[in-house]
């Protein structure tokens, strides 16, 4: 079955960088897009990254472009987010996402926090 890992999430001060990792499994990852989401306390999931199956296409939130960056690895089956010069406001739990065979799949998430 389709699963999907996060990890690399954790406490960071304002201007730091974390790379977050998504592991993939039980599907063809190189024929699918994914995309990274995140939910902030008390606030809806939102999309904040995509990228197509071949890398191709890469597109972000206007909250996050420049500053994060979104790529794979198809023969290591797995999804990044390089994140760079975060701030409080990018703290939430980072999902791993994708859309297989008309549903989609979520990973359990990783948490960011970003306070001084």
């Known amino acids: 079955q389709v699963q999907l890992v996060e990890s690399g999430g954790g406490l960071v001060q304002p201007g730091g960088s974390l790379r977050l990792s998504c592991a993939a499994s039980?599907?063809?990852?190189?024929?699918?897009?994914m995309n990274w989401y995140r939910q902030p306390p008390g606030k809806e999931r939102e999309l904040v990254a995509f990228?197509?199956?071949?890398?191709?296409?890469?597109n972000y939130s206007d909250s996050v472009k420049g500053r994060f960056t979104i790529s794979r690895d198809n023969t290591k089956k797995k999804v990044y987010l390089q994140m760079n010069s975060l701030k409080p406001e990018d703290t939430g739990v980072y999902y791993c996402n994708t859309r297989y065979q008309a549903l989609d799949y979520w990973g359990k998430g990783t948490l960011v926090t970003v306070s001084s």
């Open positions: 990228i197509s199956n071949l890398a191709a296409r890469i």
């Open positions: 039980g599907f063809a990852f190189g024929q699918y897009s």
